[in-house]
């Protein structure tokens, strides 16, 4: 019988949202619900900025795979 997938301990990004969603939710903090789930969502800006420059370089630059002509 196969083990089951296990993907470990949660990570940090994932403690924190679960801190400020607790702190929010017992009237500790007074954030805006933005603020409050910016560790989930800033991680998918980033990688949404990154692909972003790095098509932007790929076409101002030309660059293509190797092997392609």
């Not at 607790?22 to 949404?48: C, E, M, N, Q, R």
Request: a positive charge; zero cysteines.
């Amino acid at each position: 019988m196969a083990k089951a997938w296990n993907r470990g301990n949660p990570g940090f990004w994932t403690l924190l949202s679960l801190m400020l969603i607790g702190l929010k939710l017992t009237d500790h903090i007074d954030w805006s619900w933005w603020w409050v789930l910016a560790p989930i969502w800033i991680k998918y800006a980033f990688l949404l900025l990154v692909i972003v420059v790095v098509i932007i370089v790929k076409k101002r630059t030309g660059w293509k795979p190797s092997g392609e002509t």
